[in-house]
């Protein structure tokens, strides 16, 4: 197996479970998104990385760099904003108490820290994609 494709199903696999975990804290202190933001988090940041992660597995490779990059970029400026910036029950100081409330902080922080060394790994894989077209 390729070290991207490795390396993309590691972060993948960390990202889900971690999005997982988010997803239970938010829903024990019931923190709940509009819903044209629940669009854009199932599509960018659930089901985008997956789709990236298929791609890498195919001839399109360089296609499926370029959504996981895009889409951990997504990810961490949705994520980043709502959790860290805008005042509301979904940032990490404001939300509401709760028995997940440590879970909804501590996974915050972790699918920012993912998040950008998923964008790290767009741009990696890119140059790796980039480099083994120069080969054919």
Do not use: N
């Amino acid at each position: 197996m390729s070290k991207v494709r490795a390396y993309g199903i590691a972060i993948l696999l960390t990202h889900g479970l971690i999005l997982l975990l988010h997803d239970i804290a938010h829903r024990d202190l019931q923190i709940f998104l509009p819903p044209l933001k629940y669009v854009y988090a199932y599509a960018v940041i659930v089901f985008a990385p997956l789709l990236a992660t298929i791609l890498l597995w195919t001839r399109w490779q360089r296609a499926g760099a370029w959504v996981f990059l895009l889409s951990m970029m997504g990810s961490l400026l949705f994520g980043a904003y709502h959790h860290f910036v805008l005042i509301s029950d979904d940032h990490v100081c404001y939300a509401p108490e709760g028995m997940w409330l440590w879970g909804f902080k501590a996974t915050a922080v972790l699918l920012a820290v993912v998040e950008g060394a998923g964008c790290w790994f767009g741009v990696w894989a890119l140059g790796r994609a980039r480099e083994a077209e120069a080969f054919r």
